[in-house]
């Protein structure tokens, strides 16, 4: 969940029960904020290099505004993060799309998210990948995610209350992990849970100092290599009290 981080038109898709995206039916037809989705990802997410074209479908598709307070609704697809209660933010769309880029997603794949927020980051994995399991520490936020993602129709995510920092080994090994808040250093119980061959992309660094956004990857032998990508700011993920 960030504070803030350093194409021709086309039509609007949405997510199928099948799995794939498909034209917009009905509800998306009628939605006056699809024009704003498309000028978000056009002039915040292409202009800025992300390119997947199944990340940027997913942003095209999620219906942004329905993650924020309903206030600031209009401010949806503005290109900065909100607050969303609780002293949590939804993330810069940017920021959104560059970490689900940075994912490389496939829709065999199975997803830890760390940091449920409002639900709009496991919305777009949700199209992405095979099955979405996102952690939310804050009972109020997790409990209202479970129930608009639901609501939206995203099947195929799970939101678990509970601490981040012990990820969620009943469902692990995991293909992909992503964190929408930034711990200090990396928890070791999420690299114990990544898949040989699997990718975290996380926020790191303390909450008043230098953080940076790094892709963590393990080879097949399980030895972890690390990458920084560019330096952001995120609200620090909140480790359970002992």
Not at 17 to 28: E, F, I, K, N, R
């Amino acid at each position: 969940m960030l504070t803030l981080a350093l194409a021709a038109a086309v039509s609007v898709l949405t997510w199928s029960s099948a799995g794939s995206y498909v034209g917009a039916g009905p509800a998306l037809a009628a939605d006056d904020y699809s024009a704003r989705r498309e000028s978000m990802v056009r002039e915040q997410i292409l202009a800025r290099g992300v390119s997947d074209p199944n990340v940027l479908a997913a942003l095209r598709a999620v219906p942004r505004h329905r993650f924020v307070p309903p206030s600031l609704a209009p401010q949806a697809y503005s290109d900065h993060p909100l607050p969303i209660g609780n002293g949590q933010t939804i993330s810069q769309p940017y920021i959104v799309a560059l970490m689900s880029e940075l994912l490389g997603l496939r829709n065999e794949h199975t997803v830890l998210e760390i940091g449920t927020g409002c639900g709009y980051q496991a919305a777009v994995l949700s199209g992405l990948a095979g099955e979405v399991y996102s952690m939310e520490i804050v009972e109020k936020l997790g409990v209202q995610a479970r129930e608009r993602l639901r609501t939206l129709g995203y099947g195929n995510v799970e939101v678990r209350i509970g601490n981040g920092y012990a990820g969620w080994p009943e469902q692990a090994p995991f293909d992909r992990i992503i964190l929408t808040a930034a711990p200090e250093e990396l928890p070791r119980a999420l690299i114990d849970q990544l898949k040989p061959e699997g990718k975290l992309v996380a926020p790191v660094g303390p909450i008043y100092g230098n953080q940076e956004l790094i892709v963590v990857t393990k080879d097949a032998r399980g030895m972890i290599h690390r990458e920084s990508v560019l330096p952001v700011r995120f609200v620090p993920m909140v480790q359970a009290p002992e």
